[in-house]
């Protein structure tokens, strides 16, 4: 038979194990957040041609946040000068016909959120 002392700490146990110690208990992760773009510095360009991508990311748990940026189609190659950054240039591929391509970027939080955005560009061949 337990005594009220042993039921009242087993309660408080139960209690604090309902709330969470800090111990293997975590609050919800919030995403990251796009603010702003991604935009392009121009939305029509000639092969060769140089733009600035922009982009504004939060995270509300300010949590450190890297990005990984892509084109598709991954042929002809323009080429990004960092992929890891959060505002790169990129540099047009030669085409040979007006081809357009989608700049993508994921942005990763370092907690297990991620997101997926992208923005569109025209590239025409030069003359």
Known sequence: MWSSC???GIASWLLLGALGTGCGFEGRNNDPFVREGPEV????VVSGTTVHLHLVVTDEDGDEITYKWAQSPSEPAGWFTNLAISEPDWVAPEVTEPTSFLLQVNI??????WLVS?????VRPRQ
């Open 6 to 8: 042993s039921r009242r």
């Open 41 to 44: 510095s121009m939305k029509d």
């Open 108 to 113: 990763r939080d370092g907690e297990g959120s």
């Open 118 to 122: 992208w923005t569109t560009i025209q």
